[in-house]
């Protein structure tokens, strides 16, 4: 068994619906085991100034149900450099912290392999993150809440779209992944996604104009993925008003609304098995892997697997939403 003692949790990166549901789960399910919990504010820059406190089981009451994340989220430079790792390193032995929870993205998860690596300490980390974009888990913390929000807004921009008899280009996040454009063009019906894992074999957007779009609807909603491969909807957008005039067209941008708002039920539950499944690990001497869920079933990933590899998109959504959008 391990000697940890006291766990620290921080978030870090991008903000997602549900890391307060994540960590008041790690918070209570480590006190349940008898673990001493601190929680670290603005991710790693809180780690290199001793922003951190103790956490009770009453520092987590009343979140589950709040997006954004009470420990604050931060972007720190610092943390990537040595010096600054060997500062954090120095606050985590003076607070007494064994072990580290680290909820985020990608780049958040990279940090942590590379820390936990350097210093031989254990951390475990979560999957906060709405672009879906980490390989190894069916689902991340936040993804499910800003698919329904995107689905919400397709909705009502429907309504103007249809009343105009416009061609709307509708851009959506995920930072090089197209699960949301993908996803939120099936749930709203939408004609079609263009997204960043199919760019490179097919002109999405000629095969749209080709596949004769439009001819037998009165409006046409096409998702993008913002990512500098498929260029993003404002330059769509402009290749279309230069190579097929004729169609009036409109750019939406959802922006930041799609990581606000309250997490949804399965984000919450997401949140909570994932939380409960960390300090678990921890206490079983597992370090270095990134909690995930597949086939409804809490799964280790090594870091090494979750942030290297490009998470691939599911043909068959691809397929469905081609049949469904004739
Ligand atoms: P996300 O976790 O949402 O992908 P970022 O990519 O902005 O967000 O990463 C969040 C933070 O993680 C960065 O500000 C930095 O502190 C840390 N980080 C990212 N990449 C590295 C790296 N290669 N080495 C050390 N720390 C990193």
Redesign the pocket.
Known sequence: MTQIKCIGILT???D?PGMNAAIRAVTRSAIYSGITVKGIYR???GLITDEIVEFKTQNVSNIIQMGGTILK????????TPEG?QLAYDVIKHEGIDALVVI?????????R??ATEFNFPIVGLP??I?NDLFGTDTTIGYDTALNTIMECVDKIRDTATSHERLFFIEVMG?DAGFLALNGAIATGAEAAIIPEISTEVDQLAELIQNGFRKSKNSSIVLVAESPITGGAMALAERVKKEYPGYDVRVTILGHLQRGGSPTAHDRILASRMGAAAVDALLEDQRNVMIGIRNDEIVYVPFSKAIKNDKPINRELLNTLRRLSI
């Open positions: 870090s990166g991008g997602a991710g790693y820059r989220t931060a972007r720190c430079k610092e943390f990537q790792r985020g993205g990608d780049g958040s998860l990279t940090g942590a590379i820390f906060g993150t672009d930072r």
